[in-house]
């Protein structure tokens, strides 16, 4: 019992480290000090690493992969949004006359159903082709030239903004004196 409470402690202290150290790294970053940021950010993540805690994933994104440096957009990391283009020609065909020079990936793709309509099939999978963008932030970093990807789809909602994701809604009513 009582060394379950010890490492409790423990854990506690190693969070509060990793906090002050992010903070302080995310503050270095917005007064152009990205030397001793990418420095307190690796710290943080050494920090945690040591005593095996994990970093809470809206933090490790928020960090450079390579540097650790804070992301902070338009102060030190370049960002870019790109979209793909869209495409009203079949899957298998290319886009302009010429040929592909881009080598394909081996990937094993799962094989479709025939169905008795295969005409149909083709025309329904161009439509969601069109409908489904996908958009893309690309976030650059500036110490390390470092790259981050996100796919930023509108058909996907955050988890938080569904209504199965509220468990209990509460309302607090003014009293009116």
């Known amino acids: 019992m009582g060394r379950d409470k010890k490492k409790h402690v423990s854990q506690r202290d190693i969070a509060s480290r990793m906090n002050f150290l992010f903070q302080a790294s995310n503050l270095m970053a917005a007064g152009n000090q990205a030397k001793l940021a990418a420095y307190y950010g690796k710290l943080c993540r050494n920090v945690g690493t040591k005593a095996t805690m994990h970093m809470a994933p809206a933090l490790k994104r928020f960090l450079c992969r390579r540097c650790s440096l804070p992301l902070i957009p338009g102060v030190n990391t370049e960002l870019q949004v790109a979209g793909a283009p869209k495409e009203a020609t079949a899957p298998d065909a290319p886009s302009s006359g010429e040929a592909e020079t881009k080598k394909k990936r081996n990937r094993r793709q799962r094989k479709k159903p025939k169905s008795k309509n ?9 439509q969601v082709d069109e409908s489904t963008e996908r958009i893309s932030l690309f976030l650059e970093c500036s110490l390390c030239s470092g790259r981050r990807t996100f796919s930023a789809n509108s058909q996907r909602d955050c988890w938080l903004e569904q209504p199965q994701s509220v468990v209990q809604v509460v309302s607090f009513a003014e009293e009116i004196d």
């Open 118 to 126: 295969s005409g149909n099939a083709q025309a329904s999978e161009v």
